[in-house]
């Protein structure tokens, strides 16, 4: 048996998913509870508190064994390792993954989502995500070009140690400001992505933003079908 080793932010942690949700009762508390159309217009009407509504009713646990790379171990019937953490960039996943490399086995299978450039960790191991502070505050804290080039090198690095059955992992939309504009060198092994799968099924997100477990479900058969194979 292998094992499914899994680095990333807060879609491979799981965070908020849970099965006693399911699509239908997300939607009803959305239309019958909060009294909007779907997750946008309670993201619209509720933008600066969307989080805090959800958070303080119902909590936020992460649940990493319903996230993608969890239900992929649990099919493929692979051992789970997880090293996702909410908010996090790719410094964190990068430290993780030297941390650990020495134990990866030969048919094992490393799945490294690639979070967006903005996040790093800074003093006193808190997250900072720069696409969050205001013109301001960015003033004390590195200059865009300075993340984005420590982004690339530790990427170009992963690659250079030329990791068997290591998958790059983009979630976002192929357009997305996170990862391709402002490093266009930057590659993933996914044609489809977990925003695109989830929006084009018409799966219900999360109020926090994040995909609903049957989106990860569905794009958890699609990278063993053709990513993992």
């Given at each position: 048996?292998?094992?499914?080793?899994?680095?990333?932010?807060?879609?491979?942690?799981?965070?908020?998913?849970?099965?006693?949700?399911?699509?239908?009762?997300?939607?009803?508390?959305?239309?019958?509870?909060?009294?909007?159309?779907?997750?946008?217009?309670?993201?619209?009407?509720?933008?600066?508190?969307?989080?805090?509504l959800w958070y303080e009713k119902y909590g936020c646990p992460d649940n990493a064994n319903l996230s993608f790379a969890g239900q992929t171990a649990k099919k493929i019937n692979?051992?789970?390792?997880?090293?996702?953490?909410?908010?996090?960039?790719?410094?964190?996943?990068?430290?993780?993954?030297?941390?650990?490399?020495?134990?990866?086995?030969?048919?094992?299978?490393?799945?490294?989502?690639?979070?967006?450039?903005?996040?790093?960790?800074?003093?006193?191991?808190?997250?900072?995500?720069?696409?969050?502070?205001?013109?301001?505050?960015?003033?004390?804290?590195?200059?865009?070009?300075?993340?984005?080039?420590?982004?690339?090198?530790?990427?170009?690095?992963?690659?250079?140690?030329?990791?068997?059955?290591?998958?790059?992992?983009?979630?976002?939309?192929?357009?997305?400001?996170?990862?391709?504009?402002?490093?266009?060198?930057?590659?993933?092994?996914?044609?489809?992505?977990?925003?695109?799968?989830?929006?084009?099924?018409g799966i219900v997100r999360m109020p926090t933003g994040h995909h609903h477990q049957d989106a990860h479900d569905q794009f958890s058969n699609y990278l063993i079908k053709e990513?993992?194979?």
């Amino acid at each position: 048996m292998g094992t499914v080793w899994a680095f990333g932010c807060s879609h491979i942690a799981g965070h908020s998913l849970s099965t006693e949700w399911s699509q239908q009762r997300m939607l009803d508390w959305y239309q019958k509870k909060m009294k909007c159309k779907n997750h946008q217009e309670f993201y619209d009407k509720h933008r600066s508190n969307a989080w805090k509504l959800w958070y303080e009713k119902y909590g936020c646990p992460d649940n990493a064994n319903l996230s993608f790379a969890g239900q992929t171990a649990k099919k493929i019937n692979f051992k789970y390792k997880c090293f996702g953490r909410h908010g996090t960039g790719i410094d964190y996943s990068y430290a993780c993954l030297l941390d650990n490399m020495h134990q990866f086995k030969k048919n094992d299978i490393i799945l490294f989502e690639l979070p967006p450039t903005y996040r790093y960790l800074g003093m006193l191991d808190r997250v900072v995500q720069l696409a969050v502070l205001s013109k301001r505050e960015l003033k004390y804290f590195p200059a865009e070009r300075t993340i984005n080039d420590m982004y690339s090198l530790m990427f170009k690095d992963i690659v250079a140690k030329n990791i068997d059955n290591l998958y790059f992992i983009n979630i976002y939309h192929h357009d997305a400001k996170q990862i391709n504009e402002a490093l266009p060198d930057i590659f993933w092994h996914n044609k489809i992505t977990l925003a695109s799968m989830s929006d084009n099924l018409g799966i219900v997100r999360m109020p926090t933003g994040h995909h609903h477990q049957d989106a990860h479900d569905q794009f958890s058969n699609y990278l063993i079908k053709e990513i993992i194979k």
